[in-house]
């Protein structure tokens, strides 16, 4: 919050006209002062006994709060007064106006993509096409505090309502725009083929990984052939949109009903989704039979595979034994993290 609040200070410090702002509280404290000594000159005693008295008054009538414990009862302590408020109203105007104008040119910036951002353990998304919304959507559906930034080439913030995805413009392999995005503190990256050209999205993933070589970047790729240059980017997973549809197409057509299978997986909107779960410590030592049968009758969940050094096993046998480093991958209704 501190972080986010700082950020915040340092986008408004390099909006600031100080050189107006200093002369405007020049002339306040100016006229405060010497309408306080004019008033302290003027005015009989009874009213105002000391140069504090006069301060005082001087500040509640420039702001035209006027109290009423002091006030003047000359004809000329009169007169500075109306001088004074009409200088107060004025001078407090453009006050209001310079911070109006700064709050409204900070508004605009963000909305063009020009603000920098202040998260931190975000995921970032890279591209903007016609899958973008969708998986913006599932991100908020699997965790609706989760902050997004959109790096895209786009005009406008396609989402000026929403306090946790901040938008910033330029390309997605730019270096300058990727630190603006806040790559260096994020956790997790996609990287979408936004323009069906997969060296494009290679550049933004070899960009991506050397200012932040410990986030977890996801890209997709529109060529199988172009996978190698990807893993020597050090990508740590590759979605090959092609392969994944034709795949699918096959298996739908042997397997009748395969689709709407997988798209309950893989969707977070309704049914049962894929969840990843570090083995408890009392788990550890385990057959795989038992645990799929345990965590079956327990928490209603069905285990579909592990994660073990960063290899995916699908269906262990059933006298796979379970370590603690191992990740459980389950299908549920619900995380039971």
């Not at 008033?39 to 500040?59: C, G, H, M, R, Y």
């Not at 910036?109 to 995921?123: C, I, T, V």
């Not at 039979?289 to 073990?308: A, V």
Request: hydrophobic share 45%; glycine share 4%; aromatic share 8%.
């Amino acid at each position: 919050m501190i972080t986010v609040l700082f950020s915040y200070l340092e986008n408004i410090k390099t909006e600031i006209n100080f050189k107006k702002v200093r002369n405007l509280i020049i002339i306040v404290v100016a006229i405060i002062l010497l309408s306080s000594l004019f008033i302290l000159e003027v005015e009989p005693n009874q009213q105002l006994k000391t140069f504090e008295d006069a301060l005082w008054w001087s500040i509640v009538t420039s702001t035209t709060v006027g109290y009423g414990d002091i006030f003047p009862v000359t004809f000329r302590g009169r007169i500075i007064a109306i001088l004074l408020m009409v200088l107060g109203i004025g001078t407090f105007g453009a006050f209001t106006a310079e911070f109006a104008n700064l709050f409204m040119r900070l508004k605009n910036r963000k909305e063009f993509g020009e603000m920098k951002a202040s998260y931190n353990d975000h995921l970032v998304i890279c591209g903007w096409c016609k899958i973008a919304q969708e998986v913006i959507a599932q991100a908020l559906n699997e965790e609706e505090k989760q902050k997004i930034v959109l790096v895209a080439n786009i005009e406008k913030d396609p989402y000026p309502d929403k306090e946790n995805i901040h938008f910033v413009r330029g390309n997605i392999d730019d270096e300058v725009t990727l630190k603006r995005a806040g790559i260096d503190k994020a956790s997790k990256a996609i990287v979408l083929n936004e323009d069906a050209n997969d060296s494009t999205t290679v550049l933004s993933a070899l960009t991506i990984e050397s200012l932040n070589p410990d986030i977890y970047t996801v890209v997709e790729v529109e060529n199988r052939q172009n996978k190698k240059h990807f893993v020597n980017a050090n990508v740590d997973e590759i979605i090959i949109t092609n392969q994944l549809n034709s795949q699918l197409l096959v298996r739908t057509a042997f397997y009748e009903g395969t689709s709407n299978f997988i798209e309950e997986l893989l969707s977070n909107k309704n049914g049962n989704e894929i969840y990843m779960l570090p083995l408890p410590a009392d788990d550890s030592g385990i057959k795989f039979i038992d645990l799929l049968n345990k965590y079956k009758q327990e928490q209603d969940i069905i285990i579909l595979g592990i994660k073990r050094k960063g290899e995916i096993i699908t269906n262990p046998a059933n006298d796979e034994i379970i370590t603690t480093t191992d990740d459980l991958i389950y299908i549920s209704k619900d995380s039971i993290m």
